[in-house]
T-cell receptor, first 117, second 115 residues
Framework: AQTVTQSQPEMSVQEAETVTLSCTYD???????LFWYKQPPSRQMILVIR??????QNATENRFSVNFQKAAKSFSLKISDSQLGDAAMYFC??????????????FGKGITLSVRP | GAVVSQHPSWVICKSGTSVKIECRSL??????MFWYRQFPKKSLMLMAT?????????EQGVEKDKFLINHASLTLSTLTVTSAHPEDSSFYIC???????????FGPGTRLTVT
């Protein structure tokens, strides 16, 4: 079974600084998808970034980028120029390559990020 | 972008009554929807997979007679919490799977309080 581990329950960053959130996972598959989701106080789940395992290039979305290390099964999220609105709970998630009903997401425990003004 | 709605956003019910939560995909059809439960400051726990036109698949430990799921159409799935008790109080989130990318889009969640 796949597992996703986020070992840091909380992190704090100064506004405008850079922070990296860690995530490791375990799978026997060679192709899969990895995600970072943001859950602000409203509790609406928001997709931050998506990585396909067969792509070697790290995904980027504006201030958000990932460091995907497939061999090490590591998938960290870097947030540059942190803003107050980045304060939220962040979840790392894994999805197998299958489709339909088997497109289940496995979530990590999440990390609460606070941003200091 | 793909939008998923949930109704109601917050419901308070008395112990012993049943409450229905709706999940709708507004601008796409979803043959598969998922229902999650989330406690404060915790991760999402998958409860069941809802498939249009067939029975839901429940995760281990989830009581299917308590949490009834009906996927009546390609845009609507409902979760009914039957004979609710205070321990059922939680935040319930649904997601809908779009094709062809099989991406999951999340609803805004429903806060259930059982008194």
């Amino acid at each position: 079974a796949q597992t996703v581990t986020q070992s840091q329950p909380e992190m704090s960053v100064q506004e405008a600084e850079t922070v990296t959130l860690s995530c490791t996972y375990d799978t026997s598959e060679s192709d899969y998808y990895l995600f970072w989701y943001k859950q602000p106080p409203s509790r609406q789940m928001i997709l931050v970034i998506r990585q396909e395992a067969y792509k070697q290039q790290n995904a980027t979305e504006n201030r958000f980028s990932v460091n995907f290390q497939k061999a090490a099964k590591s998938f960290s999220l870097k947030i540059s120029d942190s803003q107050l609105g980045d304060a939220a709970m962040y979840f790392c998630a894994y999805r197998p390559p299958r489709t339909g009903a088997n497109s289940k997401l496995t979530f990590g425990k999440g990390i609460t990020l606070s941003v200091r003004p | 972008g793909a939008v998923v709605s949930q109704h109601p956003s917050w419901v308070i019910c008395k112990s012993g009554t049943s409450v229905k939560i709706e999940c709708r995909s507004l601008d796409f059809q979803a043959t598969t929807m998922f229902w999650y439960r989330q406690f404060p400051k915790k991760s999402l726990m998958l409860m069941a997979t809802s498939n249009e036109g067939s029975k839901a698949t429940y995760e281990q430990g989830v009581e299917k007679d308590k949490f009834l799921i009906n996927h009546a159409s390609l845009t609507l799935s409902t979760l009914t919490v039957t004979s609710a008790h205070p321990e059922d109080s939680s935040f319930y989130i649904c997601s809908a799977v779009s094709r062809p990318d099989y991406e999951q889009y999340f609803g805004p969640g429903t806060r259930l309080t059982v008194t």
